[in-house]
């Protein structure tokens, strides 16, 4: 009996090890996901787990401890609250005007033939493919020759010119996969050139010139470069961070930083959840 | 209206005008500025510039900022290579075996980065930090040195930027890969080809139009990047970008911070060119 289990035991080893390793062949991409995804959330548990940390000293690095304070009084902090409404004020004006022009651009890209369209491509590109600090360092240069004062509107200057771009391309993925047959069908049925283009395309752009607001949003409000060149004594959310960084950190940053957080993926989720309620409808 | 209806051609021009207006006067105008400062010299008296086609400028800037600039063109490139290697498998396993979760999957990706950069840079100073779990961790492996260090090293200054640009690299390859038609694979498998070969041969090349705009739109920006460099390293890893913000906003050395600029945006260029021509891809702005 003991030589019968010996030779199972014998047996079934070499046969768990070349099950282990079919699964770990099979599941190996699946592992690997798994990990990049914990790489990329890492900084963020770190972010919002010292949102809650009570640190003794001025510097909030090492664990001591959990409070709700931080979040109860995150305006304790002087300038952090004046320094994020203009964040919001900026981020607000910015997106809507870059918002309006990007997809004007993008309608008359997609449904015009023009002369000098594909130069317009090429000025649509290339503030996306320079460096933002060559962007920022430029318009600086602008502002100083004619003496203008740096201030709120340079920065939402700067921010509408860097969003217009990601505008125009995000409206105009929609617009190319866009059946044209729908307004003609409005057309034929007595509707003028404006009430088609409010009744019929309108509607069915609303989702990009939507995700091209919000994405507009979310680059204004956490630039730190080119809003650094052209603020001035305008301090914006990003800029009071960068103050604090020469110090110390408050944990009230990490505060704000996890609450912007958790709206974007609320609304992302939303979005998405949204989305595949109405393809499942379908 | 009814000049409208008379002058139709002027319609693209017309819904044009505002946003092309703005980026010429912003983006186009300003660059002309740059240029032109860019060949000032600065009084040492009274710290006013007057333009004299100082291209001297120039070659200055080359020979005293050469090492920063090779740094920052070095980092760039490791940084994107990285950030391919984290991103094309994960890419790859959304788009092939997300299923209907692809979207939530995805929001893994670019989530990370509504947290405001500065702040998760901070947060990479804290996860690296010398009583980080880490670094101890890889002292007790004995990788790192009883006093070894990663903070303030090249090592934290290229993670920081490969972690920052990651979601350039990653979005691109996933939407060239999702694209990917299924039954192609398929045929590749009915034809007897192995799916390492049917990877091979099939995937990998339909998804190089991924890897090229990835790779350029996380290079560009890691090449300009100057907050990694500040926060996570020493000025031993300081980067060109480091030196154009400190020359703009510290040192208000205009004309020489004007000529490291387009120094930069030619070495891109340049690199870009080399790139696109190796690779023989004509359509990068499609």
């Known amino acids: 009996m003991s030589v019968a289990a010996e030779t199972l035991a014998v047996r079934a080893r070499p046969g768990a090890a070349l099950?282990?390793?079919?699964?770990?062949?099979?599941?190996?991409?699946?592992?690997?996901?798994?990990?990049?995804?914990?790489?990329?959330?890492?900084?963020?548990?770190?972010?919002?787990?010292?949102?809650f940390n009570h640190p003794r000293g001025r510097f909030n690095y090492t664990w001591e401890g959990f409070t709700?304070?931080?979040?109860?009084?995150?305006?304790?902090?002087?300038?952090?609250?004046?320094?994020?409404?203009?964040?919001?004020?900026?981020?607000?004006?910015?997106?809507?005007?870059?918002?309006?022009?990007?997809?004007?651009?993008?309608?008359?890209?997609?449904?015009?033939?023009?002369?000098?369209?594909?130069?317009?491509?090429?000025?649509?590109?290339?503030?996306?493919?320079?460096?933002?600090?060559?962007?920022?360092?430029?318009?600086?240069?602008?502002f100083l020759s004619l003496n203008v004062a740096l201030g709120f509107w340079t920065i939402v200057i700067a921010h509408v010119m860097f969003c217009i771009s990601y505008v125009v391309v995000t409206v105009k993925a929609r617009l190319i996969g866009f059946d044209r047959h729908l307004e003609e069908a409005a057309m034929d049925l007595g509707a003028n050139e404006w009430v088609t283009f409010v009744r019929v395309t309108l509607p069915l752009i609303a989702p990009a010139i939507l995700a091209a607001l919000l994405l507009s949003f979310a680059l204004s409000i956490d630039d730190f470069v080119i809003t650094?060149?052209?603020?001035?004594?305008?301090?914006?959310?990003?800029?009071?961070?960068?103050?604090?960084?020469?110090?110390?950190?408050?944990?009230?940053?990490?505060?704000?930083?996890?609450?912007?957080?958790?709206?974007?993926?609320a609304v992302m989720l939303a979005n998405v959840l949204v989305q595949m309620r109405r393809s499942r409808a379908r | 209206?009814?000049?409208?209806?008379?002058?139709?051609?002027?319609?693209?021009?017309?819904?044009?005008?505002?946003?092309?207006?703005?980026?010429?006067?912003?983006?186009?105008?300003?660059?002309?500025?740059?240029?032109?400062?860019?060949?000032?010299?600065?009084?040492p008296i009274d710290l006013s510039y007057t333009f004299k086609w100082a291209w001297h400028n120039y070659s200055d800037a080359i020979t005293t900022f050469n090492p920063q600039l090779v740094r920052s063109l070095e980092y760039a490139a490791i940084a994107t290579a990285?950030?391919?290697?984290?991103?094309?498998?994960?890419?790859?396993?959304?788009?092939?075996?997300?299923?209907?979760?692809?979207?939530?999957?995805?929001?893994?990706?670019?989530g990370p980065?509504?947290?405001?950069?500065?702040?998760?840079?901070?947060?990479?100073?804290?996860?690296?930090?010398?009583?980080?779990?880490?670094?101890?961790?890889?002292?007790?492996?004995?990788?790192l040195g009883p006093d070894g260090r990663l903070l303030a090293t090249s090592v934290a200054v290229v993670a920081g930027i490969t972690y920052n640009f990651l979601p350039f690299m990653a979005l691109p390859l996933y939407v060239s890969l999702e694209q990917i038609d299924g039954r192609l694979l398929e045929a590749a498998e009915d034809l007897y080809a192995s799916r390492a070969v049917a990877f091979l041969r099939v995937t990998l090349p339909l998804s190089v139009p991924g890897v090229v705009a990835g790779t350029l739109l996380t290079f560009i920006p890691a090449a300009g990047d100057f907050i990694n460099a500040q926060l996570l390293g020493t000025p031993q890893q300081y980067m060109i970008g480091n030196v154009i913000n400190s020359r703009f906003n510290e040192l208000q050395d205009y004309p020489a911070a004007a000529a490291i600029s387009f120094v930069l945006m030619a070495a891109i260029l340049g690199l870009v060119a080399i790139y696109a021509r190796a690779l023989g891809t004509e359509k990068l702005t499609g």
């Open chain 1, 19 to 51: 099950r282990a390793w079919t699964f770990a062949r099979r599941h190996l991409l699946t592992l690997y996901a798994l990990l990049a995804f914990g790489y990329l959330l890492l900084p963020v548990a770190v972010v919002v787990l010292f949102s």
């Open chain 1, 68 to 142: 709700w304070s931080n979040w109860t009084n995150w305006d304790a902090v002087p300038g952090l609250k004046p320094a994020l409404q203009t964040s919001l004020e900026v981020a607000a004006i910015a997106s809507i005007a870059a918002t309006v022009l990007g997809t004007l651009i993008a309608l008359a890209l997609v449904r015009y033939r023009f002369r000098g369209r594909a130069a317009t491509n090429v000025l649509i590109f290339l503030p996306m493919s320079s460096p933002e600090i060559v962007l920022g360092a430029s318009l600086l240069t602008l």
């Open chain 1, 228 to 265: 650094n060149f052209n603020a001035g004594q305008t301090v914006t959310f990003p800029l009071f961070v960068w103050g604090a960084a020469r110090a110390a950190v408050p944990p009230q940053i990490n505060v704000v930083g996890s609450a912007i957080f958790a709206i974007a993926i």
């Open chain 2, 1 to 43: 209206m009814a000049f409208i209806h008379r002058h139709r051609w002027l319609t693209p021009y017309l819904l044009l005008l505002p946003g092309l207006a703005w980026l010429v006067l912003f983006f186009v105008v300003p660059l002309g500025f740059l240029g032109h400062q860019s060949l000032e010299v600065q009084n």
């Open chain 2, 82 to 110: 990285l950030a391919l290697v984290v991103s094309y498998p994960l890419a790859y396993w959304i788009a092939f075996r997300g299923g209907r979760w692809k979207n939530v999957l995805l929001i893994i990706i670019v």
């Open chain 2, 113 to 143: 980065f509504f947290v405001t950069y500065l702040i998760r840079t901070l947060a990479w100073e804290t996860i690296l930090s010398d009583q980080g779990i880490v670094v101890r961790t890889l002292q007790h492996v004995g990788i």
